[in-house]
C-alpha cells in the first residue's frame, strides 16, 4: 500500500491528522537542514554607506528588504569607500571565503571619477569575475554609466565593459546603480532630494529606492547561489 492509501484507509479526519502531522515533520526538517545563503557586496563608497548612519546604508537596508521578502541571506559588506577595480581586484581572493556563495559586484565609479583607462577598469572586473567563477559562485554585476566628459569614445568603451563581461561570464547585469533612482526621480537633474551635499553619495531615501530596485535582481542571484 503507498503512502497515501494509508492515509485514506485511516479515514478522512485520521487521514488528515497523520498528513498534517508528516507534513509538519517534512517541513521542520527542512528548516533544520536550511542553509543560510551568505552573499559578499563587493564595492565602493556606494555599497559600504559612505555619509549614512550604519543602519540606513546600502547592505543594511537591503539585508531588511530580503528579509521582508523571505529571503533566508547573509549580506557581507564588502564596500570600501574610494575603492577603484583594481582595489577590488586585490582583496576578491580573500572576500570570497568558503562561506561565501553569491558575490554582488559593484565597482567602477571612482575608475570614472579619476578618468582611469576603460581597458584597465575592464581589465580588473574580469579578474574579479574570473576569481568569482573559479571559487563556484554566482554573481550579480552592476554597472554605471559614464558621463560626457571624457568624451563619446570613453563612455561607450566605459558603459559596454559591463554587459560584455556579463556575456563573457554568463552573469546578469544591472545596468546602472542608479537605475531605480533615475526611473523614480525622473531623471538625474531632478534626483537632488534622493542625494547627499556631495551630489554622488544617495541619502537614505535614495538608498531605499536603490535597494527597492535591485531588490528583485538579488534575490534572483540568491536562488541562483543555491543550486
Given amino acids: ?13 485520521a487521514g488528515r491528522g497523520v498528513r498534517n502531522l508528516a507534513l509538519t515533520l517534512l517541513v521542520t526538517a ?7 545563503v551568505t552573499i559578499a557586496a563587493l564595492g565602493d563608497s556606494l555599497t559600504e554607506g559612505y555619509g549614512l548612519a550604519p543602519q540606513d546604508g546600502f547592505v543594511p537596508q537591503m539585508q531588511a528588504w530580503l528579509t521582508a521578502h523571505g529571503a533566508d541571506v547573509k549580506l557581507i559588506n ?25 558575490m554582488i559586484v559593484a565597482l567602477g565609479g571612482n575608475d570614472y571619477l579619476r578618468g582611469l583607462d576603460p581597458a584597465v577598469s575592464r581589465a580588473n572586473l574580469d579578474g574579479i569575475l574570473a576569481a568569482g567563477q573559479a571559487k563556484g559562485v554566482a554573481m550579480l ?56 551635499a556631495d551630489g554622488i553619495h544617495p541619502n537614505k531615501d535614495g538608498v531605499a529606492i536603490i535597494v527597492n530596485d535591485l531588490g528583485p535582481d538579488v534575490l534572483d542571484l540568491i536562488a541562483r547561489a543555491q543550486k
Fill in 78 to 102: 564588502a564596500g570600501v569607500s574610494g575603492d577603484t577595480t583594481a582595489g577590488g581586484l586585490s582583496r576578491v581572493d580573500w572576500t570570497l571565503t568558503p562561506d561565501v556563495q553569491g
Fill in 141 to 196: 554585476l552592476i554597472g554605471l554609466e559614464a558621463g560626457g566628459n571624457y568624451g563619446p569614445a570613453f563612455k561607450a568603451a566605459f558603459d559596454g565593459m559591463y554587459t560584455n563581461l556579463g556575456a563573457k561570464y554568463d552573469v546578469p547585469v544591472v545596468p546602472s546603480w542608479f537605475r531605480g533612482l533615475l526611473a523614480t526621480s525622473g531623471g538625474q537633474a531632478a534626483m537632488g532630494s534622493y542625494m547627499q
Fill in 1 to 13: 500500500m503507498t503512502a497515501f492509501g494509508w492515509f485514506r484507509s485511516l479515514g478522512y479526519g
Fill in 30 to 36: 527542512g528548516a533544520v537542514h536550511a542553509e543560510t
